[in-house]
Every structure is written in structure tokens, then in C-alpha cells.
């Protein structure tokens, strides 16, 4: 950055994935509003930052979801060590053997 550029003024691009179909909802979604993608996100950013109620309300009830979510998995893969402990008690197998059956175990179930 040169001297001559003040601190917020250069233009940042922020960029993310999503699906080939959700950006297609998106583009029909916001056409119907007569609104570009650019100007939706500007007007999302300026909402957060400057904690619309409106925004405050979607973040808090987002927050809750992926803390009920985390909560599940945490419980899941309690459970999974558990039944670990158990087989490898009931069974006798080594740490080898056990890494085996995680790597089955998270082939199958990646989302775990």
C-alpha cells in the first residue's frame, strides 16, 4: 500500500464457495428484488457491523443451531471412544488394530 491510500479506503474482495445451485436461487431470488449480489452483501456487512437488530436476530439463532449441532457431535464421538474401549476390552486389540477400525470408521462416516 502506497502513502498516498488512507486506511479504508481500498476495496478488499471477499470470496467463498457455494453451490452451483444455491448461487442460481440467490441470482433468481435477488432479481425478483431488483437487487445485485454485490449490493446484498454490501447490505448484509453494513447490517452486521452495525448490529441491526435484524441480522442480530439471524446470528443468534445460527449460533444456537451450530451449538446444538457441536453438542451432537461432541456426544457421537464420545460415544464412538467408548464403544472403542468396549470392543477393544472385549476383543484385545491392539492400538494398531484400533487405528484400523477409526480409519474404516471415518471412510464411511466422514461426516462424524
Given at each position: 500500500?502506497?502513502s ?8 478488499k ?10 448461487h442460481?436461487?440467490l ?29 442480530t436476530r439471524?446470528?443468534?439463532k445460527?449460533k ?7 453438542k ?7 460415544n464412538?471412544?467408548?464403544?472403542a ?17 477409526f ?9 462424524l
Amino acid at each position: 500500500m502506497n502513502s498516498d491510500t488512507q486506511y479504508g479506503m481500498t476495496k478488499k474482495n471477499i470470496v467463498f464457495k457455494e453451490t452451483d445451485k444455491r448461487h442460481a436461487e440467490l441470482k433468481t431470488r435477488l432479481n425478483y428484488d431488483n437487487m445485485g449480489i454485490t449490493e446484498f452483501f454490501q447490505m448484509v456487512v453494513s447490517a452486521y457491523l452495525n448490529n441491526d437488530d435484524g441480522i442480530t436476530r439471524i446470528m443468534d439463532k445460527h449460533k444456537e443451531s451450530r451449538e446444538t449441532n457441536e453438542k451432537t457431535q461432541r456426544k457421537m464421538n464420545r460415544n464412538l471412544i467408548k464403544k472403542a474401549e468396549l470392543s477393544k476390552a472385549k476383543f484385545g486389540l491392539n492400538e494398531g488394530e484400533v487405528e484400523s477400525i477409526f480409519d474404516i470408521l471415518e471412510k464411511e462416516h466422514p461426516d462424524l
